[in-house]
């Protein structure tokens, strides 16, 4: 039998990147996949939700419970990019971002769990990022937001694990997604700007969405029931790796 199997995933940002991994994962692992995502595809079954709208989170989150008959795991995944040093960001910007990167997990979690104390095998996994816990050059609205989860999926994990729900972040490095090739698409050199992130990477090479759905998988997964306000790093290294050469 499949780990998944008849559990119910509600995954957000599941139609690009990282979360359409998780989804094509988790489904091959025999659960129902419910994406929500302000652009969806026909992949699985979805719901367009912005998660920035309390009201089409409350939505995107019954509808999915009724469909499936209920949510085991939810995969808070949606994300924006920013970037600029504090001077440099609006406060506009600044409210997006954060209403997107963090109040967008918080509606989702809070649409979800109702459901997930019904459920045996309850977990969130929210993805949050090495700008979390390193200071990066020109990301300072990026990173409080993630720093923001990072806190968040503690404070989660204290507040549910006497009702058995599990909570815990993914942490990746620099990803190989549609989102970096966008930003790629925007430099001057794109194949000179991505070898010069290949370099970076301990690995040599950018993290994939698959290696970071596994992950995700791993912190969701009924067995590690023992695994709760963990976060899980998957950076080829360079969160913690210093290496000379
Ligand atoms: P992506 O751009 O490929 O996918 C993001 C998805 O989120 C898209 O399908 C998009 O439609 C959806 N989305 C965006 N805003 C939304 C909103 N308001 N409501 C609902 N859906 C929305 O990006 P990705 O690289 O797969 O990133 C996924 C997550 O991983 C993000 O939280 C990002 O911060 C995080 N992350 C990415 C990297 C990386 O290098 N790619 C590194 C660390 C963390």
Redesign the pocket.
């Known amino acids: 039998m499949h780990a998944f199997e008849g559990l119910t995933v509600v995954i ?2 599941g ?5 359409a991994a998780a989804a094509d994962a988790f489904a091959a692992r025999g659960a129902n996949v419910a994406v ?4 969806p595809n026909e992949t699985h079954w979805s719901h367009r ?4 709208d309390d009201h089409q989170v409350r939505g995107a989150v019954a509808a999915a419970a009724e469909h499936f008959g209920g949510i085991d795991i939810l995969v808070n ?5 920013a970037v600029g040093t504090v001077e440099e960001n609006s406060d506009k910007q600044w409210f997006r971002v954060l209403d ?2 963090l109040l ?1 997990m918080v509606r989702l979690a809070r649409a979800c769990l109702p459901h997930l104390r019904e459920s045996e095998h309850a977990a969130i996994v929210n ?1 949050t ?2 700008a979390a816990t390193a200071g990066l050059v020109g990301r300072a609205l990026y990173s409080a937001s ?1 720093g923001a989860v990072h806190s968040l999926t503690l404070a989660m994990a204290a507040d549910h694990v006497a009702e058995g729900i599990r909570v815990n972040a993914v942490s ?4 190989d ?4 090739q966008r930003l790629l698409d925007q430099s001057e050199d794109p194949a000179a700007e991505r070898a010069r992130l290949e370099a970076r990477q301990p690995t040599g090479r950018l993290v994939s ?1 698959e290696e970071v759905a596994a992950a995700i998988l791993y912190l969701a997964d009924p067995a590690n029931k023992s695994l709760t306000g963990a976060s899980l790093a998957v950076d080829g290294g360079v969160g913690g790796l210093r290496i000379v050469r």
């Open positions: 957000s940002g139609a690009s990147g990282i979360g929500v995502d302000l652009n939700c912005d998660v920035s995944n949606a994300g924006i990019g997107v990167n967008g993805t990022s090495i993630k990746p490095g620099t990803a997604t549609p989102w970096v969405a």
